[in-house]
């Protein structure tokens, strides 16, 4: 590319698919920050009739669609009234069926908790088109922006993710706890803020440190983004304390810790990071200087 050559949205559009008539995307939204929104679902909030919507996406991410799009809102909180997954992968079908261009738009990635499998099997058994396009989900994003990393050679080259809503409404039940507990160095749990007491006191149970570090980061990668540090044993006093809300991540492990390092959104508001890894990483996994 030449040095000053200008490159349109219109440039870089042209070379994608196209949302067409009578197709359903299913598209991710990111975890939040409308600019971690890619280019593809862009251009899909451009080209539809209708953007059918979850809670979790943002106004910014709203207010790029084109001005021919009906926004509607479908709504799945958990712990509040939301429509019902049957209802909404109808109503996908239906606008389908009428020849609209269909997006259907959910928070972080559609295929990470968020039942996108159920809503493009759905679509398969109604014999409608669909595409699939990927989002940047909250278990990795949202850690991002709270400065912890959800891999580090230093900490961990492992890492699990699970949602703290089982069908019950207690903990998911086919979860094998203490073999969870003894093999995964971090764990990140979706959705489970209003479970933090049965969920903290099931890894005690199962083994984990009482001591462990724990983050819980709320509304991750917005502007009301806050980040609770914590231990195992007094997560959940400290969220209670806090006044923590939902939507929120919770992480345990010793990645954690790297936020003291690696806050750089707190360094943009003044906090001076610890570059000296020695204080938290571990004894015995701190590399040799110039490795």
């Known amino acids: 590319?030449?040095?000053?050559?200008?490159?349109?949205?219109?440039?870089?559009?042209?070379?994608?698919?196209?949302?067409?008539?009578?197709?359903?995307?299913?598209?991710?939204?990111?975890?939040?920050?409308?600019?971690?929104?890619?280019?593809?679902?862009?251009?899909?909030?451009?080209?539809?009739?209708?953007?059918?919507?979850?809670?979790?996406?943002?106004?910014?991410?709203?207010?790029?669609?084109?001005?021919?799009?009906?926004?509607?809102?479908?709504?799945?909180?958990?712990?509040?009234?939301?429509?019902?997954?049957?209802?909404?992968?109808?109503?996908?079908?239906?606008?389908?069926?009428?020849?609209?261009?269909?997006?259907?738009?959910?928070?972080?990635?559609?295929?990470?908790?968020?039942?996108?499998?159920?809503?493009?099997?759905?679509?398969?058994?109604?014999?409608?088109?669909?595409?699939?396009?990927?989002?940047?989900?909250?278990?990795?994003?949202?850690?991002?922006?709270?400065?912890?990393?959800?891999?580090?050679?230093?900490?961990?080259?492992?890492?699990?993710?699970?949602?703290?809503?089982?069908?019950?409404?207690?903990?998911s039940k086919d979860i094998d706890w203490d073999a969870l507990a003894k093999s995964s160095p971090v764990i990140v749990v979706y959705m489970a803020l209003s479970r933090i007491k049965q969920m903290t006191e099931q890894f005690l149970r199962s083994g984990r440190r009482p001591d462990e570090a724990v983050a819980v980061i709320s509304k991750a990668s917005t502007p009301d983004q806050r980040v609770l540090e914590t231990t195992l044993a007094r997560a959940a006093e400290d969220v209670a304390k806090a006044k923590m809300v939902a939507p929120a991540m919770i992480v345990l492990g010793e990645n954690t810790k790297l936020r003291a390092g690696l806050d750089w959104q707190g360094a943009m508001a003044g906090r001076i990071l610890d570059a000296d890894l020695s204080g938290i990483i571990p004894q015995g996994k701190v590399p040799p200087k110039g490795c």
Not at 12 to 25: C, K, P, Q, T
Not at 135 to 150: E, H
Not at 151 to 156: A, F, K, V
């Open 1 to 171: 590319m030449s040095a000053g050559k200008q490159i349109t949205l219109n440039t870089i559009f042209a070379g994608m698919a196209d949302l067409e008539s009578g197709w359903v995307w299913l598209a991710g939204a990111g975890p939040g920050d409308p600019g971690l929104v890619s280019l593809l679902t862009l251009k899909a909030l451009q080209q539809a009739d209708v953007v059918v919507y979850d809670a979790l996406v943002g106004q910014g991410v709203l207010d790029m669609a084109g001005e021919q799009a009906v926004l509607e809102f479908a709504g799945k909180r958990g712990g509040q009234p939301s429509a019902k997954q049957a209802d909404i992968s109808d109503r996908l079908v239906q606008h389908a069926t009428s020849g609209k261009k269909v997006l259907r738009l959910k928070g972080g990635d559609p295929f990470v908790f968020g039942r996108g499998g159920e809503e493009a099997r759905h679509l398969v058994e109604a014999k409608i088109p669909f595409r699939v396009v990927p989002g940047i989900t909250a278990g990795i994003g949202g850690l991002a922006y709270a400065g912890i990393p959800v891999t580090d050679r230093h900490t961990n080259s492992a890492v699990t993710f699970l949602t703290g809503h089982g069908e019950d409404g207690g903990l």
